[in-house]
């Protein structure tokens, strides 16, 4: 379904600075993810900036790792 993969999403995710959840950032918490924040796995498909793959700081991150 994704045109990038897991470890794409997981690892750019992780080093970002303006990951969000996007069920954080509809005022429910973390709590509701059930997890902590901290072990949670931070993946591109789960944040606020994601917009389907749009995401300029991803779209960049990407350029780097394939050239
Ligand atoms: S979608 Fe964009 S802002 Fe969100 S974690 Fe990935 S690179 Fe960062």
């Known amino acids: 379904m994704s045109?990038?993969?897991e470890k794409q999403l997981e690892s750019i995710a992780a080093e970002c600075q303006?990951?969000?959840h996007i069920i954080n950032a509809m005022?429910?918490?973390y709590s509701l993810l059930n997890?902590?924040?901290d072990k949670y796995i931070r993946?591109?498909?789960d944040c606020v900036h994601w917009f389907d793959g749009s995401c300029g700081i991803f779209?960049?991150?990407i350029a780097l790792t394939n050239s």
């Open 35 to 37: 997890v902590s924040p």
């Open 27 to 29: 005022g429910y918490g």
């Open 43 to 45: 993946r591109c498909t």
């Open 59 to 61: 779209q960049k991150e």
């Open 3 to 5: 045109k990038y993969t």
């Open 18 to 20: 303006e990951f969000e």
